[in-house]
C-alpha cells in the first residue's frame, strides 16, 4: 500500500479527516504537501513530513517510510510484468489475508487475479494491497 492510500486509510479511521485539518493539527504550513503524499503515484514526502505524521498518527516512522517504498508506480509495474510473464503472484492485504494467483487484468482501481486454487476469478482494489510478491513456479 502505498504512503498516500495508508494516509487516506488513516484519515478514514478518523472520521474522514480532511487534509486541511490534518496539516493545521500538524503545524504543516502547506497542506500541499500532504495533498502531493495521497496525489502522486511515485515515491513522495521527505522524511520531517514523516516524522510530524508519525508523531500526529502515533505510528513508527518505520512503518510511513516502509509505506512510501511502496508507490503505486512500483506496484503497476509489478502487476503489469507478472500479467506479461504469466507468473504468479501473492498479494498481502491489509486486513491480513493473502490472495495467490495469475494477474488476468489490471487498471489503476483494481487487479483482476486467477486464483492459483482454481475458483472464481478475484477483483481487488489496489488499496487494499499492502505487500506484494512473485511466487516461484
Not at 513508527?60 to 512500483?74: G, V
Not at 495469475?102 to 482501481?109: I, Q
Request: proline share 2%.
Amino acid at each position: 500500500m502505498s504512503l498516500g492510500d495508508y494516509l487516506r486509510y488513516q484519515r478514514a479511521l478518523r472520521n474522514g479527516m480532511d487534509t486541511n485539518t490534518l496539516a493545521q493539527a500538524m503545524g504543516v504550513e502547506h497542506v500541499r504537501d500532504l495533498n502531493e503524499i495521497e496525489q502522486r503515484y511515485r515515491q513522495v514526502g521527505d522524511d520531517a513530513l514523516l516524522e510530524k505524521l508519525a508523531a500526529y498518527l502515533n505510528v513508527p516512522i518505520d512503518e510511513l517510510q516502509w509505506h512510501r517504498a511502496r508507490y503505486r508506480k512500483k506496484l503497476s509495474a509489478f502487476i503489469h510484468a507478472a500479467q506479461e510473464s504469466g507468473r504468479p503472484v501473492a498479494l498481502h492485504l491489509r486486513h491480513g489475508e493473502t490472495l495467490r494467483g495469475r494477474v488476468l487484468g489490471w487498471d489503476l482501481a483494481c487487479i483482476v487475479l486467477a486464483p492459483a486454487d482454481g475458483g472464481e476469478t478475484i477483483i481487488v482494489q489496489r488499496h487494499a494491497v499492502v505487500d506484494w510478491e512473485e511466487m516461484s513456479m
